[in-house]
Structure formats: C-alpha cells, structure tokens
C-alpha cells in the first residue's frame, strides 16, 4: 500500500509538473506572437518627491494584451521571458517606447524636468548589443541621458560579474543614472555596494508595508536611509499605499516615494495632468532636512 501511495504521489507531482512546463511553454510561444503582433505595451507609474508632492519622474511598466486572457501583468511573464532570452526583445520594446514618451512629454513642457526609470533584466545587461542599442535610443530619441534612469534589482546586482559591473560605469558615463530596486532583499554586501556605480536606492515595498506598525520594517526602513544618506545615494520607496506612510517616510528623510496611494501605473495619456500641480500635500511642511540635497 506504502508502494501505491508513493506512485500515485510520484504522479501527481510530475502532473503538476507537465502542467507547469506546458503553462511556460504556452506562455513562451504566446510572447513570441505578442511581440510580433504589438500586444505589448508600457504603463507609467508616477514617482513623487515628497517634500512638494510634484511628479519628478515615472517607472516604466510593461503589460501585455493577450488577446484571450486580457492584461497580463509582468509577473506573470518576464520570468520565462528572461528563461528562453525573449526578455531581449521585450525590453528593448520597453526602451524605446519609454524613450520616445519621454521625448514627447518634454517637448510639451520643456521647462519641467523628468525623469524615465526602466526596468533592465541581467540577461540584457549580458548581451552585448546592449550598449550599442542604448546610445541608438539615445540619439533616436534626443532625450537627456540624465533625465533616463535603469533598475537594475539588488540581488541582479549583487549576482553581476566584472564585466557587467564594467558595463554599467560606462552607462554611468553616458549620464544615465542606475537605481537598485527591491533594495533590502538582496543581499547586498557594504563594500559592494560602495562600489557600484548606482546612485540611487529603491526601498522594496515589503519594508513599507509596515511601516510605522511594525517595529522591525520602521528600523529596516530608517537604516537605509542613513545608509544611503552616509554613501551618498537618492532614496526612492516603493509602494506607498496610506498617506501615513508618506509622512513618515518624509520624516524619516527619504527623497521620493511612488506608490497607489499617489497613483497606480497609468496610461501614457493619462501623465501629463499629473505634471501640473502636487500629488501630496505633506501636513508638516517644516519637516528636517536630512536628506542628500
Ligand atoms: P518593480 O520594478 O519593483 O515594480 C514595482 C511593482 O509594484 C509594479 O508591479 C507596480 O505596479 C507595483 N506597485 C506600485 N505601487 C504599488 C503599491 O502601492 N502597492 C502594491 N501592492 N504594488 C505596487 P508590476 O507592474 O506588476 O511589475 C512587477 C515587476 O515586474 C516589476 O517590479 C519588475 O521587476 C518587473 N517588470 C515590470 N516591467 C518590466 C520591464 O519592462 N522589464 C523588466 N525586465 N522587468 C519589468
Ligand atoms: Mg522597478
Ligand atoms: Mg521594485
Ligand atoms: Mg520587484
């Protein structure tokens, strides 16, 4: 019976198995036609700066329109997109659509900066006509290097080669800036991340969640930022959903914060609106200035 009950397990578990190899493989073909057929598209999520409540800048996110299963979100596909090397072209999709959005927003309101950030996958950052197709969009685009940032996620960072770290000082130098995202889950080690060309630090929403409530998010939280602060870095927190959490965060000397409570990622229409006035108000205006600047 022991013998029965061992198969009929052994079974069900390569049933999940097959199932799930045959959802990816599913996916993976679907993508393939997605970008083919232009189903795939790119939402803005503004990021405020929280001592005036203005948008300084957006994330580019991509979504896909399957024509059967309706929006899907990202997570649900760059994971077997990066597997089977489409995340390439997906992000270069994303890239320059986000580039060319950001050149037409700023010819409408030259006088007001801001910033693109996009999402980059390792697997981009290893191929090696990267470089070349950034300073294309670049030049295609005519926008700022300085106004155009890339995440690149802390534990990718953490992971990343010489070669890769090489890479990203030459984007560095190009005026583009490099953010870490999901900062707090990756492990960084100190002396790495002295030495990466990153200045910018993306507090994973896990830690924001709790912010306030539990104890050991605030302290989370509030050590990055005096980290940040000591090397010099921009802070940006991630998943900002009550007004109590913007306020603390603003207390706590963080620079910038996006979120669902300042806004979900939107259509590209739907930003230019945003730019005029202020997202936020924060109660205590005299709040302390430890942040960098
Ligand atoms: P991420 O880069 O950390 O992006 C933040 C995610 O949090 C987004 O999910 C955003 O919609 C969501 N979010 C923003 N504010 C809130 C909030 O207040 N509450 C909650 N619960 N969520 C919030 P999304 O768009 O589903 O993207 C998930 C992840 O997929 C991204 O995480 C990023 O790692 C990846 N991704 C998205 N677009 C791209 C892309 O173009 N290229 C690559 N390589 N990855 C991408
Ligand atoms: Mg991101
Ligand atoms: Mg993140
Ligand atoms: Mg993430």
């Keep these: ?10 079974e069900l578990f ?7 190899a045959e959802k990816r493989m599913r996916i993976e073909s679907d993508l393939r036609v997605a970008l083919r057929e232009q189903q795939l598209f790119v939402e803005y999520q503004p990021q ?10 957006v994330e580019a996110l991509v979504r896909w329109k399957h024509p059967k299963f309706g929006v899907v979100p990202p997570g649900d596909f760059i994971g ?5 090397g489409l995340i390439n072209g997906i992000g270069r999709l994303v890239l320059e659509q986000s580039c060319r959005q950001l050149a037409d927003w700023t010819r409408l309101a030259p006088g007001r ?5 996009v999402n980059v996958s390792p697997r981009q950052l290893s191929d090696p006509a990267f470089f070349t ?10 926008i700022d290097p300085r106004a155009l940032c890339l995440e690149v996620t802390e534990s990718a960072m953490m992971r990343a080669p010489a070669e890769i770290v090489q890479l990203l000082d030459q984007i560095r130098q190009l005026g583009i800036y490099i953010a870490i995202d999901d900062f707090g889950t990756g492990h960084s080690s100190l002396s790495r991340l002295r030495d990466m060309p990153a200045e910018v630090l993306k507090i994973d929403r896990s830690f924001v969640d709790g912010l306030g409530s539990e104890t050991g998010d605030t302290a989370i939280v509030s050590s990055i930022l005096s980290l940040a602060y000591a090397m010099g870095k921009h802070t ?14 603003l207390r706590m000397g963080c620079e910038a914060a996006q979120g669902y409570f300042f806004s979900r990622p939107v259509a590209a229409e739907q930003i230019p609106p945003l730019l005029t ?8 205006p005299g709040a302390p200035h430890s942040a960098p600047h």
């Design 48 to 57: 405020v700066r929280l001592k005036d409540g203005r948008v300084v800048g």
């Design 80 to 84: 077997v997109a990066e597997d089977c």
């Design 113 to 117: 900066p801001l910033a693109m950030t």
């Design 236 to 249: 940006i927190a991630e998943g900002v959903e009550q007004p109590e959490q913007a306020a603390l965060l």
């Design 1 to 10: 019976a022991a013998k029965d009950r061992g198969r009929a397990r052994l």
């Design 14 to 20: 390569s049933d999940e198995l097959y199932e799930r």
């Design 133 to 142: 197709e950034l300073r294309q969009v670049l030049a295609d685009t005519g």
């Design 277 to 284: 006035g202020a997202l936020w108000e924060a109660r205590s």
